[in-house]
């Protein structure tokens, strides 16, 4: 049995160049040949990482005061409504928010905008009031111009995801990407092996105040995601099968790069915004060292239907064999296809690996866990 290492330890070792840094998939093939006691021994950090469409993400915006000051009451970037329902000048402009009728630009594009230094055009009206009296604004603002410009994601990083297939005879355009009729594809949305939160399945080491890599830029994770669930059934491996654990995160969106961050129009069903997001995870014993271990055949998901509009599971697969670029289902064929980048991935992982390696990236130690059961209850139709 290995000593059990803290992050202060990690940290130490980390400010004096002396912390190994791998990233997942180097461990994963580590895990072939060396136990687990070896590799909590030989490692201290392993960098995971995922890049694929996020459609809960946004940005709060304070665009500072106008001469006269004005409280600002309906708000559009390029003509994407932002909600101002929060002060006088602060926004918050949703990632699939669209600029109706042209409802393949949003809220995503906005973002990326931004972020690219480019320059969006601001209009606002308001009623006016006796300390506000100013009613309307028309003018050019960009990331240097606004005061604030925070990313804040409510749901990201998926645990684990399911696979959609369509079993009906139509053609089908989802959040997950097109589906050709009669199970003629499959498509799935996570990193498998890298991916943040498959890495540690029992959130040992993710908490709120967790410090992450967030867009290109150093983001924190600020509390569970919507949507988060522990109460999934967990295979042999203990990893949870289909739809689980979720981030809220937050990070400087100023600081952040569009290689990272990218705006997406899916056909017929809106716009989403693919998210850059890498999670060091501590080697901190032997049980740690198992969990960074999995690999991608190891790691199960349901298939759904998406077709028939319940969302039936009709099975389960890997993802060994989904990056295959085939699973079998009832005696057929389906080709796979993921809507997640495993290249960027990759990149991110490599990035926060050499951060981590040249002293400017520390782990943190979560101010708080989270909670070890929560289920998710359905909206009850009651009208």
């Known amino acids: 049995m290995s000593k059990k290492k803290t992050i202060e330890e990690i940290n130490e070792k980390i400010r004096n160049g002396k912390a190994v840094v791998l990233t997942a998939e180097q461990v994963s093939a580590m895990g072939k040949e060396m136990t687990h006691t070896e590799i909590a021994k030989k490692v201290d950090v392993v960098t995971t990482a995922t890049f694929g469409p996020m459609c809960s993400s946004g940005a709060f915006i304070n665009f500072g005061h106008t001469t006269p000051p004005m409280r600002m009451e309906k708000i559009t970037l390029n003509s994407v409504p932002a909600y101002g329902g929060i002060a006088a000048v602060d926004a918050y402009i949703g990632a699939t928010e669209t600029a109706m009728p042209n409802d393949s630009y949003g809220g995503a594009h906005v973002i990326e905008d931004l972020i690219g230094g480019k320059d969006v055009l601001l209009q606002a009206t308001a009623k006016g009031t006796d300390c506000y009296p100013r009613t309307e604004v028309k003018t050019l603002v960009n990331k240097n111009s606004i005061n604030e410009f925070i990313m804040f994601n409510p749901r990201n990083a998926y645990q684990n995801y399911n696979v959609a297939v369509n079993s009906t005879s139509k053609l089908k355009f989802t959040y997950m990407g097109t589906l050709l009729p009669s199970f003629g594809n499959a498509n799935f949305s996570t990193s498998g092996e890298m991916s943040p939160l ?186």
């Open 198 to 383: 498959l890495n540690d399945p029992e959130l040992r080491t993710i908490g709120i105040g967790t410090r992450i890599f967030l867009g290109g830029a150093t983001g924190y994770v600020a509390w569970n995601g919507t949507q988060f669930n522990t109460n999934k059934p967990l295979n042999e491996y203990g990893i949870p099968v289909g739809n689980a654990s979720t981030l809220a995160l937050i990070g400087d969106a100023k600081q952040m790069n569009t290689r990272f961050i990218k705006a997406a129009y899916f056909e017929k069903y809106g716009v989403t915004m693919f998210v850059g997001i890498g999670v060091p995870i501590p080697v901190i014993d032997e049980d740690m060292a198992r969990s960074l271990s999995i690999r991608n055949f190891q790691i199960e998901t349901n298939i759904i239907d998406y077709g028939s509009g319940n969302f039936e599971i009709l099975g389960q697969t890997d993802y060994e064999s989904l990056f295959s670029g085939e699973i079998y289902l009832n005696g057929k064929t389906i080709r796979t296809a993921p809507l997640s980048s495993i290249k960027v991935a990759r990149e991110i992982a490599d990035l926060l690996k050499e951060e981590i390696t040249k002293g400017r990236f520390l782990l943190t130690e979560p101010v708080s866990l989270f909670p070890k059961t929560k289920g998710l209850n359905n909206l009850e139709i009651r009208l």
